[in-house]
């Protein structure tokens, strides 16, 4: 029986995790004038291609520009990318962005940094040879990195995406930007917690004399 990885979760691994966010940052002031949604379907299941992108187009026209990027999953057999292919020719077309998520699903944390620029390297050339252009996003496998990681990313990634909970707003980190998950017990009523207490905020300091 094949047990499904799963990054460590006792303290030092918790702690050590939260710490990322002072290592090796991005540093970033983002601000923009109008709410920008980035919807994101790691491991690109079937259905991301389908509802995933029809969820985006609705967000896109009633709401905000959405970027989203499915991460190739290359766990997946090389006989089964070709069945993929025409979602990755639809979604290019169609301004969905397609991200990075390495070859292998490693754990960015664990794994040694030149084999993470090795996997990420062959995740490029899968989707380049699939007629995506080459990934400029990286989402990290299970949200897990770590300074040495964040300090190597190679230059043509524009930012890679982290899972630490909070919106990019003001100062960000473009080398491990944040998030919240949408699946999970709570997962929407802790983004919409996040979206009102900036709209109040938002709305405070336009108040404010
Ligand atoms: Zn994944």
């Known amino acids: 029986m094949t047990v499904a990885y799963a990054p460590r979760r006792d303290l030092v691994s918790k702690v050590r995790r939260r710490m990322t966010q002072h290592y090796a940052a991005r540093p970033a002031k983002l601000a923009f004038e109008r709410p920008v949604l980035s919807i994101t379907f790691d491991d690109f299941p079937a259905s991301a291609a389908d509802a995933g992108a029809h969820a985006c187009s609705i967000a896109t026209a009633h709401a905000?520009?959405?970027?989203?990027?499915?991460?190739?999953?290359?766990?997946?057999?090389?006989?089964?990318?070709?069945?993929?292919?025409?979602?990755?020719?639809?979604?290019?077309?169609?301004?969905?962005?397609?991200?990075?998520?390495?070859?292998?699903?490693?754990?960015?944390?664990?794994?040694?940094?030149?084999?993470?620029?090795?996997?990420?390297?062959?995740?490029?050339?899968?989707?380049?040879?699939?007629?995506?252009?080459?990934?400029?996003?990286?989402?990290?496998?299970?949200?897990?990195?770590?300074?040495?990681?964040?300090?190597?990313?190679p230059p043509r990634f524009m930012s890679a995406r982290g899972i630490l909970p909070g919106l990019n707003v003001g100062a960000a980190d473009l080398a491990q930007l944040r998030a919240y998950p949408l699946f999970g017990a709570g997962g929407m009523q802790r983004v919409s917690n996040a979206l009102e207490a900036r709209r109040k905020r938002n709305l405070g300091r336009r108040l404010s004399p």
């Open 64 to 153: 905000a520009p959405t970027t989203c990027p499915p991460a190739w999953p290359e766990s997946m057999a090389r006989a089964a990318w070709a069945t993929r292919r025409p979602d990755i020719a639809r979604l290019v077309a169609s301004g969905h962005e397609i991200g990075c998520h390495t070859s292998t699903h490693a754990d960015c944390a664990q794994q040694d940094i030149f084999a993470t620029l090795e996997d990420l390297a062959r995740n490029r050339d899968a989707l380049l040879q699939m007629g995506a252009p080459a990934p400029r996003t990286h989402a990290y496998p299970y949200g897990e990195t770590k300074g040495a990681m964040k300090d190597n990313l």
